[in-house]
C-alpha cells in the first residue's frame, strides 16, 4: 500500500513538472508591463537605489532583460551581429552566442528581448531570422529565416517583434501575403500553421494571447490593421483599422474582462475595442489622440491607463472605461516607458532619466529619479523588475539596482 501511494506522489510531482512552464518574457508575466513584486522601496537615494552591478560590452541594442530564477539573458549587436549574452544573478557572464547579421541600417542594434520557456530562449532578428538556443549553454538548437521560408517582408527600421509561445507554439508576424503570421513548435521550429491575416507588412508590434470563451485569440498590430487570429488554427476572425503615419503599432494591445486597448504613436493614439462573447468580433467603444505612445507601453492600473504621449511629450492618465483624460504630468522631459510594481509606477523617459511615481486618480506623483549612469544612444530599452530588483538597458550597458525595501 506504502508503494502504491509513493508512486501516486511520484506521478503526481512529474504531472506538476511537465505541464507547468517557466516563462520570462516581454514586460512581465503577462505581457502588460505588471510585474508581481512586493517589499520593493517606496523611495530612492538622489543617485537612485544601489547599483548592484553592470556590464557595458553588450553592443548596439534596444533589447530589455529577460530574468530567470537563475540567470539573465539579453542580447546586443557585435560587429554586425547579433550576440545573446548570458549571465548569472551576480553579473558573471555564463556565455555569449553569436547568431548572426542583425540590424545596422539605422537606429543600431537588436531590437528584439529574448524569450525564455523551460530551458530554451528565442530570438528575432532584425532581418526575420528567428533562433532557438540552449539556455544553459548557448548552443543553437534550430534556427529558421521567414523571409526565406515563408515570404516574409522587411519595413523601414528592421522587423522587431517580441516572441510569444503558446504551449509549444511560437507565434511570429513574418508580414507575408499568405504566411502573414506563422506558428512554429517550438521545439523544432516546424510550422504548424500559417494565416493570411490581412496580407499586410508587419508594424513593429509585440502581440499578446487573450482568451475569451473557449477560444484563445493572438492578438497583433499589422502594418493597418488590429487583427484577431484563432491561436489554435490561425483563423482570422476579426480586424479593425488602425493606421498613422510610418505603419508603426509598436505597444503590446491591453485586455481586460472582455475589453481591448491598442495605441500607436505618431498623432494616432488608442482605440478601445469591446470583444463579443464568443470572441469572433469587435466593435469600437472610444477613441482618443492624447496618449499616443511610440513604443513605450501602458499600464492599466484600478481602472486608468497610465503611459506617456508622442506628440506632446506629456505623461498621461485616462479612463479605462471612457477614455476621458483624468491628469497629466510634465515632470519628465520626453516621453518613455512605464511599468507597475507593488503599488508603484516605474517611468524610463528617453532623456535618460528613471523616475519613481505613485499613481494618483489625476495624475503622477514622482518621487524620485535618477540619471541612468552608462550607455549611449537612445533610451528604448524596457524596464524590467524580477526578485526585488530594477534592470536598466541602455545602449551597450545592463545596469542592475536593488530595489528591496529595508
Same mark, same amino acid.
Request: glycine share 12%; net charge neutral.
Given at each position: 500500500?506504502?508503494? /502504491?501511494?509513493?508512486?501516486?506522489?511520484?506521478?503526481?510531482?512529474?504531472?506538476?513538472?511537465?505541464?507547468?512552464?517557466?516563462?520570462?518574457?516581454?514586460?512581465?508575466? /503577462?505581457?502588460d508591463g505588471i510585474y508581481n513584486e512586493t517589499?520593493?522601496?517606496?523611495?530612492?537615494?538622489?543617485?537612485?537605489?544601489?547599483?548592484?552591478? $553592470?556590464?557595458?560590452?553588450?553592443?548596439?541594442? $534596444?533589447?530589455?532583460?529577460?530574468?530567470?530564477?537563475?540567470?539573465?539573458?539579453?542580447? #546586443?549587436?557585435?560587429?554586425?551581429?547579433?550576440?545573446?549574452?548570458?549571465?548569472? =544573478? +551576480?553579473?558573471?557572464?555564463?556565455?555569449?552566442?553569436?547568431?548572426?547579421?542583425?540590424?545596422?541600417?539605422s537606429w543600431d542594434g537588436?531590437?528584439? &528581448?529574448?524569450?525564455?520557456?523551460?530551458?530554451?530562449?528565442?530570438?528575432?532578428?532584425?532581418?526575420? *531570422?528567428?533562433?532557438?538556443?540552449?539556455? @544553459?549553454?548557448?548552443?543553437?538548437?534550430? &534556427?529558421?529565416?521567414?523571409?526565406?521560408?515563408?515570404?516574409?517582408? @522587411?519595413?523601414?527600421?528592421?522587423?522587431?517583434?517580441?516572441?510569444?509561445?503558446?504551449?509549444?507554439?511560437? %507565434?511570429?508576424?513574418?508580414?507575408?501575403?499568405?504566411?502573414?503570421?506563422?506558428? =512554429?513548435?517550438?521545439?523544432?521550429?516546424?510550422?504548424?500553421?500559417?494565416?493570411? #491575416?490581412?496580407?499586410?507588412?508587419?508594424?513593429?508590434?509585440?502581440?499578446?494571447?487573450?482568451?475569451?470563451?473557449?477560444?484563445?485569440?493572438?492578438? &497583433?498590430?499589422?502594418?493597418?490593421?488590429?487583427?484577431?487570429?484563432?491561436?489554435? @488554427?490561425?483563423?482570422?476572425?476579426?480586424?479593425?483599422?488602425?493606421?498613422?503615419?510610418?505603419?508603426?503599432?509598436?505597444? &503590446?494591445?491591453?485586455?481586460?474582462?472582455?475589453?481591448?486597448?491598442?495605441?500607436?504613436?505618431?498623432?494616432?493614439?488608442?482605440?478601445?475595442?469591446?470583444? +463579443?462573447?464568443?470572441?469572433?468580433?469587435?466593435?469600437?467603444?472610444?477613441?482618443? !489622440?492624447?496618449?499616443?505612445?511610440?513604443?513605450?507601453?501602458?499600464?492599466?492600473?484600478?481602472?486608468?491607463?497610465?503611459?506617456?504621449?508622442?506628440?506632446?511629450? *506629456?505623461?498621461?492618465?485616462?479612463?479605462?472605461?471612457?477614455? *476621458? !483624460?483624468?491628469?497629466?504630468?510634465?515632470? =519628465?522631459?520626453? +516621453?518613455?516607458?512605464?511599468? %507597475?510594481?507593488?503599488?508603484? =509606477?516605474?517611468?524610463?523617459?528617453?532623456?535618460?532619466?528613471?523616475?519613481?511615481? !505613485?499613481?494618483?486618480?489625476? #495624475?503622477?506623483?514622482?518621487?524620485?529619479? %535618477?540619471?541612468?549612469?552608462?550607455?549611449? /544612444?537612445?533610451?528604448?530599452?524596457?524596464?524590467?523588475?524580477?526578485?526585488?530588483?530594477?534592470?536598466?538597458?541602455?545602449?551597450?550597458?545592463?545596469?542592475?539596482?536593488?530595489?528591496?525595501?529595508?
Amino acid at each position: 500500500m506504502k508503494k /502504491n501511494i509513493s508512486i501516486l506522489i511520484s506521478l503526481f510531482l512529474c504531472s506538476i513538472i511537465t505541464f507547468s512552464q517557466e516563462i520570462s518574457q516581454w514586460r512581465g508575466p /503577462n505581457r502588460d508591463g505588471i510585474y508581481n513584486e512586493t517589499g520593493l522601496l517606496k523611495k530612492w537615494q538622489e543617485l537612485g537605489p544601489k547599483l548592484l552591478w $553592470h556590464f557595458d560590452e553588450l553592443g548596439d541594442g $534596444h533589447s530589455s532583460a529577460t530574468v530567470t530564477s537563475t540567470a539573465v539573458y539579453t542580447a #546586443g549587436t557585435v560587429n554586425g551581429n547579433g550576440v545573446i549574452f548570458a549571465f548569472d =544573478l +551576480s553579473g558573471k557572464l555564463l556565455w555569449k552566442t553569436d547568431y548572426g547579421k542583425e540590424w545596422t541600417e539605422s537606429w543600431d542594434g537588436v531590437r528584439s &528581448t529574448p524569450l525564455y520557456v523551460d530551458g530554451k530562449i528565442y530570438q528575432m532578428s532584425g532581418y526575420g *531570422k528567428v533562433v532557438c538556443l540552449n539556455a @544553459n549553454d548557448g548552443k543553437i538548437i534550430w &534556427t529558421i529565416d521567414y523571409m526565406k521560408d515563408y515570404g516574409g517582408k @522587411n519595413i523601414r527600421w528592421g522587423v522587431t517583434e517580441n516572441l510569444l509561445v503558446d504551449g509549444d507554439k511560437l %507565434f511570429c508576424t513574418t508580414g507575408g501575403e499568405e504566411a502573414n503570421v506563422i506558428a =512554429l513548435d517550438r521545439n523544432t521550429g516546424k510550422l504548424i500553421w500559417k494565416s493570411k #491575416g490581412k496580407g499586410e507588412e508587419s508594424a513593429y508590434c509585440s502581440p499578446t494571447l487573450i482568451k475569451i470563451s473557449s477560444k484563445k485569440i493572438l492578438v &497583433t498590430m499589422t502594418a493597418n490593421s488590429i487583427i484577431g487570429i484563432e491561436a489554435s @488554427n490561425g483563423n482570422l476572425l476579426w480586424s479593425h483599422e488602425q493606421t498613422n503615419q510610418y505603419s508603426v503599432h509598436a505597444n &503590446t494591445p491591453i485586455y481586460k474582462d472582455g475589453y481591448l486597448y491598442c495605441v500607436s504613436g505618431y498623432g494616432k493614439g488608442g482605440v478601445m475595442l469591446k470583444l +463579443s462573447d464568443d470572441g469572433s468580433s469587435v466593435s469600437e467603444v472610444w477613441r482618443s !489622440e492624447l496618449q499616443d505612445t511610440r513604443m513605450g507601453g501602458v499600464v492599466l492600473v484600478d481602472g486608468k491607463l497610465y503611459g506617456s504621449g508622442d506628440k506632446s511629450r *506629456k505623461w498621461f492618465v485616462l479612463d479605462w472605461k471612457t477614455g *476621458k !483624460e483624468l491628469g497629466s504630468s510634465d515632470v =519628465l522631459s520626453k +516621453s518613455g516607458n512605464i511599468i %507597475f510594481a507593488d503599488g508603484m =509606477l516605474y517611468c524610463y523617459s528617453e532623456s535618460g532619466e528613471v523616475a519613481l511615481a !505613485e499613481p494618483k486618480v489625476d #495624475g503622477y506623483n514622482f518621487i524620485s529619479k %535618477f540619471k541612468v549612469p552608462f550607455g549611449k /544612444n537612445p533610451h528604448w530599452a524596457h524596464l524590467v523588475i524580477k526578485d526585488k530588483k530594477l534592470y536598466v538597458r541602455h545602449g551597450a550597458s545592463l545596469m542592475v539596482y536593488s530595489i528591496q525595501s529595508n
